[in-house]
């Protein structure tokens, strides 16, 4: 079985044409009124991430026992004895824009009404009495951790593209799975 890359324009890449249809998806909502940012696409980050994990999972099914990948290197991280998935490295919009929604929910923000919660954002400094860290709806990184992309304008160099995965771990057997890597 071999895998073909689709016939796309090479000015034209894979990360573009997704953060072009999640903009045309959120300014076509926006257009009939409220916002439900859980319904618009996810980023090229929590795609990249999500298909490390499920790569992952895969050839832990196909492989079981001999499997001798570290889930950490595949977007999971240890909590204690448990692994949790890693849903993105970088912070889901610029933040200039992720301080505009903030709430002031007096209990934990675990209800609906935490407006926050409600656009499926953690909450954040920004936040009057949690400042997203001492609620249920807080992320569990800090910024050390997190990438914060500079805003500028984007190069043909910064651009991620197209790439084959080879599973560094185990060079004599060739894990082939096509997703969106930055180089």
Known sequence: MSFRKPNIPDKLKWDQLLQSYRCEMYRRTAATG???LAKILPTVDAIQQHLKRVYFQVQQWLHG???TMDPTKWEWRM???TLVPVHMEEIPAPKNIMELIFCG?????NLNTCSCRKHGLPCNLACKVCEGLTCLNSE???DENVNVPETKASDEG????????IDDEENDQTHLSYYLIKE
């Open 34 to 36: 409220r916002v439900n």
């Open 65 to 67: 026992d001999q499997l």
């Open 79 to 81: 909590e204690g004895d």
């Open 105 to 109: 929910c007096k209990g934990d923000c």
């Open 140 to 142: 569990r990184y800090s």
């Open 158 to 165: 910064d651009v991620p593209r197209m790439n084959t995965l």
